[in-house]
């Protein structure tokens, strides 16, 4: 009897133990996991979006601190990590920015620095011809704390010369929606 007794204690102990560590939605301990999970950093989304694009990753001149500032206006208090890259060359026009917000307020002031700097570039009217089209098709991204400015890939060249405007631009689109689908597969 004594033995049936500690075993189903033994029980009842063992299964309200594993019941109590399961978080119940909404609560602290589920808040506390959520937290816990990592999100990729800088780096790392940078290097999957360059071995996504091959040789057609162009943006291959890492821009300083003050560069980033001086370019698109973005302060080093708003961020805890960044990334800008330009091409070397200044005939194109690839760029490819991730910044790590430190709070809602700096991703707001980033964004907005960010979509400032996409406009100032579809009303500059001394681009190079052939980049127009792809200007038009970059984009601002958010991803969680990140924001990105994204303007990155090729297209095909019997597109660029038998396709409307409009074809052209959305051909480019898709190359960006390539980098948004990495950045994505990177937060699951």
């Not at 009897?1 to 109590?20: C, F, H, I, P, Y």
Request: one cysteine or more; glycine letters at 4%; a positive charge.
């Amino acid at each position: 009897m004594r033995k049936k007794l500690l075993a189903a204690l033994l029980a009842v102990s063992l299964t309200a133990g594993s019941v109590a560590a399961v978080p119940v939605p909404g609560s602290t301990e589920m808040v506390a996991e959520a937290a816990k999970k990592k999100t990729p950093s800088v780096k790392k989304i940078r290097q999957a979006i360059m071995k996504k694009f091959g040789d057609n990753y162009l943006a291959d001149l890492l821009l300083t601190k003050t560069e980033i500032k001086q370019r698109y206006g973005i302060s080093s208090s708003w961020y805890s990590d960044i990334i800008a890259e330009i091409p070397m060359m200044s005939a194109h026009v690839d760029t490819l920015v991730i910044a790590k917000a430190k709070n809602k307020a700096s991703k707001k002031k980033i964004k907005k620095k960010l979509t400032d700097y996409r406009a100032g570039l579809i009303k500059d009217t001394c681009q190079y011809p052939m980049n127009l089209l792809k200007i038009q098709a970059s984009r601002v991204y958010e991803k969680d704390n990140y924001v990105f400015f994204i303007m990155l890939g090729q297209v095909d060249s019997k597109i660029q010369e038998t396709a409307t405007e409009e074809q052209i631009i959305k051909a480019y689109k898709a190359e960006n929606k390539k980098a948004v689908s990495v950045i994505n597969s990177l937060f699951k």
